[in-house]
Structure formats: structure tokens, C-alpha cells
């Protein structure tokens, strides 16, 4: 049995440190990998997240079922850390608990969709809306329209 070269191992290990590097970034994006701050049911303030879409935006199929599981972050402002995140249900909502303090509230939306406005500071290619939570439930909205289409008008 001969023994692994040194670019063998070399090439092993720079593939382990990518795919860890990977994960490490999906995490602080997602809030997965860097376990959000679990809020008790007891603690906290309610915060719905829900997205609406400008009258007459269409993408081909509903506008709501195009968001349906779309992945949504709950980031402490200025430092952008995981305090929430999940995914959004059926009707475009989720509801998450957090602390009282102001956040980024971030909704990956497909790439059919654009924001409809100008979107506070997040995660490349994420749509995100400003929110400070107190002692009340609070909502944050965050509405859409369809992107510019892309087809036709092409070089013959």
C-alpha cells in the first residue's frame, strides 16, 4: 500500500475547509448553523412577517404560492446575527418570537420577484424591511412586483 501524497492531502483538506466554509456562511444566512437566540414562549414580543404584492403583479402562477417555503431571517440590526428564521407558510406569513431591539427582517424571494421598494441592509439578493419590536406584537410587511420579463425583444 503506498502512502497519499502531500498534494493528495493538500487537496483533501482545501476541500474540507470549503465545505465548511460553506456551511458555516449558509448558517449565518439562514440562522441554522449559528443557533438563533431561542426565545422561551413566555419571553419575547410576537413578530408576523408577511409579504403582499402590488396590484396586478403576476409571474405566471400565484403570487402567493410562488412564495410558499421562501426562507426568511429575523437579523439583529447593525451586526446582521441570527435571532429567527424559517420559512414562510401557505398565506405568505410567519410569526416568530424575538426580543425586544430593532432588526432586519429578510425574505429570500424567488427570482421572478423584486421588491417594491427600497429594502433596508441584508444578505446579498435578500429583500429585507426594517423593524424595532418592544413590548407589543409587531409586523413587518414586505411587498413585491414582478420583475421585468426578460423574454422577447432578442437578436434574430
Do not use: D, N
Not at 4 to 17: E, F, K, M, T
Amino acid at each position: 500500500m503506498r502512502p497519499p501524497s502531500a498534494r493528495g492531502i493538500a487537496v483533501s483538506a482545501w476541500a474540507q475547509a470549503a465545505s465548511f466554509g460553506a456551511v458555516v456562511v449558509a448558517g449565518l444566512v439562514l440562522g441554522h448553523g449559528a443557533a438563533p437566540h431561542l426565545v422561551p414562549r413566555q419571553q419575547g414580543t410576537s413578530l408576523t412577517i408577511s409579504v403582499t404584492f402590488q396590484p396586478g403583479a403576476s409571474a405566471g402562477h400565484s403570487a402567493a404560492s410562488q412564495f410558499q417555503r421562501a426562507p426568511v431571517a429575523v437579523l439583529e440590526a447593525g451586526s446582521l446575527t441570527p435571532a429567527a428564521a424559517g420559512r414562510l407558510g401557505p398565506a405568505g406569513v410567519l410569526v416568530v418570537r424575538v426580543r425586544a431591539g430593532a432588526y432586519a427582517v429578510c425574505v429570500l424571494p424567488p427570482r421572478e420577484w423584486r421588491p417594491a421598494r427600497a429594502t433596508a441592509s441584508g444578505p446579498s439578493g435578500w429583500s429585507c424591511a426594517e423593524v424595532t419590536i418592544g413590548t407589543r406584537p409587531a409586523v413587518a410587511e414586505l411587498t413585491f412586483t414582478a420583475a421585468p420579463s426578460k423574454s422577447g425583444g432578442g437578436r434574430k
